[in-house]
């Protein structure tokens, strides 16, 4: 079956520094794979997908994602964090008409 | 461009009432679904739809139903409200099911 997992409930970092928000999958053939934000309160934003192609995915928001096929990841990626990047995000696989998401990893960005 | 509506934004309900949360995209978008987001467990997929007069059962379909009419529509009725149907609700489309999901701003309903 197809799905996806965050291996991290958290992740804090400090303004300034990389973050890496991590996203392993386990996905029959070549995956489709998604990464979406959520900021307090509202709905889920597209951040970037993968296809096929480029194994690096540039997305909204200064955000990028590294495809390892080997590793069966999809990491999430930002050199240089902001604090207005503390938000909620969930890696995404479809699955039978469907999206199935991750658990979600909650960013916390301190000044 | 208004996107993915839905309406109420917060609802309070006694146990045993029913309602329906509304769900309207302007995009022409063919599939739709409803997701419900409860901490700690991510969002899960209560119905989906592929296109009008199509819908089909998610992972927690049990207490909601759901039809669709016409494209741009697609509310989620609550049959007879239960504490564990306390969440945030949310609503989605996208052109295709492999595609990019939006979303709406979501639904936060209490059940007491």
């Known amino acids: 079956a197809q799905s996806v997992a965050q291996p991290e409930d958290q992740v804090n970092v400090a303004e300034g520094n990389p973050l890496t928000v991590k996203c392993t999958y386990s996905v029959s053939g070549n995956p489709y794979l998604f990464w979406y934000v959520q900021y307090p309160n509202r709905g889920l934003q597209f951040l970037l997908k993968y296809i096929t192609g480029d194994n690096l995915v540039k997305g909204s928001y200064g955000f990028e994602a590294e495809f390892n096929k080997s590793q069966t990841s999809f990491h999430l990626k930002k050199p240089s964090a902001l604090v207005s990047d503390s938000a909620l995000y969930f890696c995404?696989?479809?699955?039978?008409?469907?999206?199935?998401f991750g658990a979600g990893t909650t960013v916390t960005v301190r000044a | 461009n208004a996107g993915v509506t839905q309406t109420p934004k917060f609802q309070v309900l006694k146990t045993g009432q029913s309602m329906t949360l509304q769900c309207a995209q302007d995009?022409?978008?063919?599939?739709m679904s409803w997701y419900r987001q409860d901490p700690g467990m991510g969002l899960r997929l209560i119905h989906y739809?592929?296109?009008?007069?199509?819908?089909d059962q998610g992972e927690v379909p049990n207490g909601y139903n759901v039809s669709r009419s016409t494209t741009e529509d697609f509310p989620l009725r609550l049959l007879s409200a239960a504490p564990s149907q306390t969440s945030v609700y949310f609503c989605?489309?996208?052109?295709?099911?492999?595609?990019?999901?939006?979303f709406g701003e979501g639904s936060r309903l209490t059940v007491l």
């Open positions: 995009m022409n978008h063919e599939y």
């Open positions: 995404a696989v479809p699955r039978d008409y469907k999206l199935s």
């Open positions: 989605a489309s996208s052109y295709r099911s492999t595609g990019e999901l939006f």
């Open positions: 739809s592929v296109g009008a007069g199509i819908t």
